[in-house]
């Protein structure tokens, strides 16, 4: 490849992908040196109505399910928790696997609460 070609950019499109991807992850959010401009960012205001809702549907399920394992954590004695209650709170903040892990793995069965 002569130098010129390889300041031009890539020319393989999966490798001008991964070449985006590699630059917006570098400090500066992507800013291009040379030229001076950023990326554009996709907005809220850019998705349309029916990605919006798909976004606050799956957010709304998200919370709830985060919620609901913090306060079933909450509430269930110590023995009857696979595992330390601290580490299972840290868990459960993790996006849609937390809560799924909680409900899978991190209950003991016991008597019924209530």
Known sequence: MTRRAHRSGPTD??????VDAVRAALPGG???RRRGRTR????WRDLTPHQQ???L???????SLATTAWAD???RPADQVNGSKARWAAVIAINWVGPLAWFRWG???GAPRG
């Open 40 to 43: 554009s960012v996709r907005r």
């Open 53 to 55: 809702a798909t976004l």
């Open 107 to 109: 209950r003991r069965p």
């Open 13 to 18: 499109s999966r490798t001008a992908f991964l």
């Open 73 to 75: 954590l909450a509430t």
């Open 57 to 63: 549907t799956l957010g709304s399920v998200q919370l």
């Open 30 to 32: 992507g800013r291009d």
